[in-house]
């Protein structure tokens, strides 16, 4: 029997393209309340603004509910990414893996050795050596979406795969690196309430209401236990099923893993990392020396950024195409690639999460990490986008070849 058309089988659209659509709003929506809560952090506001973040709301403080709850949210969307990439998307063979993958490990072992190499006498500074391992993607897929066609889309996709490796990677140091005292019994319980939402994909449940019930009450153990809540948000996120529905076998795209992804999305890069910028990004400048600025912490985070990404990106990506591995992206020239590779030096939000968790009892250092951050990002983002304005483009890619190509990689 001959293969159904295209158009009779539709598949779904990867919500890594909607985001790349959607990237310079949400970017900017982000840089916004970034530096609105600069500006209110160093006004007569100030004092409030510390004031209400800390004041309880029941059991936890304001700060704690963004960074722990609304984060969590964050990190179920994160999650969906993952799984839906890995199974369905870019990251869906071998081959596709092997150039965004290997670029990821280095962007994250490079900036945390520079970290460490400024940090390795001091060790309570060094707890946070994964601060500058991570990308903002929103961020950085933003200043790519202000150059518009000067780089092709086969470099916005390295840029997205190598992101979500590097967030799959991010978590992983959070769940092993940054937890406190485990409590036995909430462990227990959280792999008890796992395991049925595990049960419940393997059923064939498609309604997404129990799994998100469920989901609610495996962050309660989460938050309990020690292990840092927001990973009870990629847990889940693992349980969600892609198949779609059996009164729809043929809808991919009405899966409950794409449905909740499309969801999610809109609210999280508007919304919710918007608030967490706001609420982490508030770093008050009086009193602030040269001695601060030059800070081992401060260094190790800002030179982690923009040296440690762009020797770790680029010299693994250019490395791993040198020895036959893998291929240029298409379209793309190894300048491009370079600017690309500063452009990972944006670690806003992740970054801050990390350094927050880091930190968690010292308002002191997390000052210097945020400064470090800032400082970093900034630099990474403007010389990176230098780079790509004047970058040098490959000959334009015949349209039946460019859109061959692209349909490749995206779908």
């Given at each position: 029997m001959?293969?159904?058309?295209r158009s ?16 310079a709003s949400?970017?900017?929506v982000l840089?916004?309340?970034a ?5 209110i952090?160093?006004?007569?506001l100030g004092?409030?603004?510390?004031a209400a ?7 936890l403080?304001l700060l704690?509910w ?8 964050f990190f ?10 890995v199974?369905?998307?870019q990251?869906?063979?071998?081959s596709?893996?092997?150039l965004p993958?290997?670029a990821a490990?280095?962007?994250m ?14 060790p309570?500074?060094l ?5 500058p391992?991570a990308?903002d ?5 933003g200043?790519?979406?202000?150059l518009?066609?000067r780089?092709?889309?086969?470099l916005k996709?390295?840029?997205t795969?190598?992101?979500i490796i590097?967030?799959?990677?991010a978590v992983i140091?959070?769940?092993?690196f940054?937890t406190?005292d485990?409590?036995?019994?909430d462990l ?6 796992l395991?049925?939402?595990f049960a419940?994909?393997?059923m ?7 799994y998100?019930l469920?989901g609610a ?10 292990v840092?809540?927001t990973?009870a948000?990629?847990?889940?996120a693992f349980?969600?099923p892609?198949?779609?529905a059996p ?8 899966s409950?893993?794409?449905r909740?992804?499309?969801g999610l ?6 919304l ?8 982490n990004?508030?770093v ?6 040269m ?11 800002a ?5 440690g990404?762009l ?14 591995f893998a291929?240029l992206?298409?379209g793309?020239?190894?300048a491009?690639l ?6 990972c030096?944006?670690?806003f939000?992740?970054?801050?999460f990390?350094?927050m ?13 945020k400064?470090?951050?800032l400082g970093?990002s900034?630099l990474?983002?403007?010389l990176?986008?230098a780079v790509?304005r004047i970058?040098p483009?490959e000959a ?6 460019r ?6 990689a995206?779908g």
């Amino acid at each position: 029997m001959a293969a159904p058309a295209r158009s009779d089988n539709p598949r779904p659209v990867s919500m890594f393209r909607a985001f790349l659509d959607n990237s310079a709003s949400g970017g900017l929506v982000l840089m916004a309340a970034a530096a609105l809560a600069l500006v209110i952090a160093n006004s007569p506001l100030g004092g409030a603004y510390n004031a209400a973040l800390h004041a309880y709301v029941g059991p936890l403080s304001l700060l704690h509910w963004i960074n722990d709850g609304l984060m969590a949210v964050f990190f179920l969307l994160v999650g969906l990414e993952i799984k839906r990439e890995v199974l369905d998307g870019q990251l869906a063979t071998w081959s596709r893996r092997v150039l965004p993958g290997v670029a990821a490990a280095g962007g994250m072992v490079v900036p945390a050795l520079i970290f460490a190499a400024f940090n390795w006498n001091d060790p309570n500074t060094l707890r946070g050596w994964a601060i500058p391992a991570a990308t903002d993607i929103a961020f950085a897929l933003g200043v790519l979406a202000l150059l518009g066609p000067r780089v092709p889309t086969s470099l916005k996709v390295f840029l997205t795969a190598l992101a979500i490796i590097d967030d799959l990677g991010a978590v992983i140091i959070i769940a092993l690196f940054y937890t406190g005292d485990l409590s036995t019994m909430d462990l227990g319980l959280a792999a008890a309430v796992l395991a049925a939402l595990f049960a419940m994909n393997r059923m064939g449940v498609t309604r997404l209401l129990p799994y998100m019930l469920l989901g609610a009450l495996l962050w309660f153990f989460v938050l309990r236990s020690g292990v840092h809540a927001t990973i009870a948000g990629v847990l889940l996120a693992f349980t969600i099923p892609i198949f779609p529905a059996p009164a729809r076998p043929d809808d991919m795209q009405h899966s409950p893993l794409h449905r909740l992804e499309h969801g999610l999305h809109y609210w999280v890069a508007f919304l919710i990392i918007p608030i967490f910028g706001f609420a982490n990004a508030g770093v008050s400048f009086s009193g602030l020396t040269m001695d601060a600025l030059l800070d081992h912490l401060t260094l190790g985070v800002a030179l982690g950024l923009l040296l440690g990404k762009l020797f770790g990106v680029f010299g693994t990506a250019w490395l791993t195409i040198r020895l036959g591995f893998a291929d240029l992206p298409m379209g793309a020239t190894r300048a491009q690639l370079l600017g690309v590779s500063l452009l990972c030096g944006i670690g806003f939000t992740m970054s801050l999460f990390i350094g927050m968790l880091a930190f968690a009892n010292d308002p002191a250092l997390q000052d210097e990490v945020k400064i470090g951050i800032l400082g970093g990002s900034i630099l990474a983002g403007i010389l990176g986008w230098a780079v790509l304005r004047i970058a040098p483009r490959e000959a334009p890619i015949p349209r039946a070849d460019r859109e061959a190509s692209e349909g490749r990689a995206i779908g």
